[in-house]
């Protein structure tokens, strides 16, 4: 199992300019979600899904959407970037909502915002 | 409001050393804590989740406690090794959304030879 995956990597963008975060996961779980972490500062909720086509908010929406068509896929899209949004992004899956269900992590994407 | 604190911000140890890691928490209903370990650059990794009724619970040489009265957390690691200098974060899980998580900033150890 590859487990989760995020690409890319690294990306600068230009104020204005929009994106895709890209999110898999080999695992079937159930639920995923997408988070940002800012330097000195914990992660913090920009959405979730509970499953395929279900989708809602977390603790810092504005400037994101998301879209989830598969339960392997889980998309971040930035539509206009603004130098706030700079930050590293993680995309997490669990198998329910279960209160000891494991959240694992991919390796995250670090974006720049110029 | 739901926070989360973490003390030190940061720790630097010999290796072969002990150290505890010490977490505060409002955050109300609890659900679960969480401790996870960071390397720079890499997601976080779960390393224990204790319930409200758990007050002590170990993963190798990191033994994870809770205080629930207190709201109080710690892990403490044992003969620290290099591999172990990480962020490690302290994270609740509130009762009434347990997959939404309540994060610390986390405390950044480093271990020297």
């Known amino acids: 199992n590859a487990g989760v995956t995020q690409t890319p990597k690294f990306r600068i963008l230009k104020i204005g300019q929009s994106m895709t975060l890209q999110c898999a996961q080999d695992m079937n779980h159930n639920y995923m979600y997408w988070y940002r972490q800012d330097p000195g500062m914990g992660l913090k909720l920009i959405y979730y899904s509970v499953g395929a086509g279900i989708t809602d908010k977390g603790e810092v929406p504005n400037g994101y959407n998301v879209s989830r068509s598969t339960t392997e896929d889980f998309p971040l899209r930035l539509e206009l970037a603004a130098p706030s949004q700079t930050s590293v992004y993680f995309c997490?899956?669990?198998?329910?909502?279960?209160?000891?269900?494991?959240?694992?992590f991919g390796p995250g994407t670090r974006l720049t915002v110029t | 409001k739901n926070q989360v604190e973490q003390s030190p911000q940061s720790l630097i140890i010999l290796e072969g050393k002990n150290c505890t890691l010490q977490?505060?928490?409002?955050?109300?209903?609890?659900?679960?804590l969480r401790w996870y370990k960071q390397d720079t650059g890499r997601g976080p990794v779960s390393l224990t989740i204790?319930?409200?009724?758990?007050n002590t619970k170990s993963n190798g040489r990191y033994t994870a406690t809770l205080d629930a009265d207190t709201k109080q957390s710690s892990l403490h690691i044992t003969a620290s090794q290099l591999s172990d200098s990480a962020s490690y974060i302290c994270?609740?899980?509130?009762?009434?959304?347990?997959?939404?998580?309540?994060f610390g900033s986390g405390t950044r150890l480093l271990v020297r030879p």
């Open positions: 977490c505060n928490y409002t955050v109300s209903p609890f659900s679960n």
């Open positions: 204790m319930t409200f009724s758990e």
């Open positions: 994270v609740v899980s509130a009762g009434d959304s347990s997959y939404k998580l309540i």
């Open positions: 997490a899956s669990s198998y329910g909502s279960q209160k000891t269900y494991e959240q694992y």
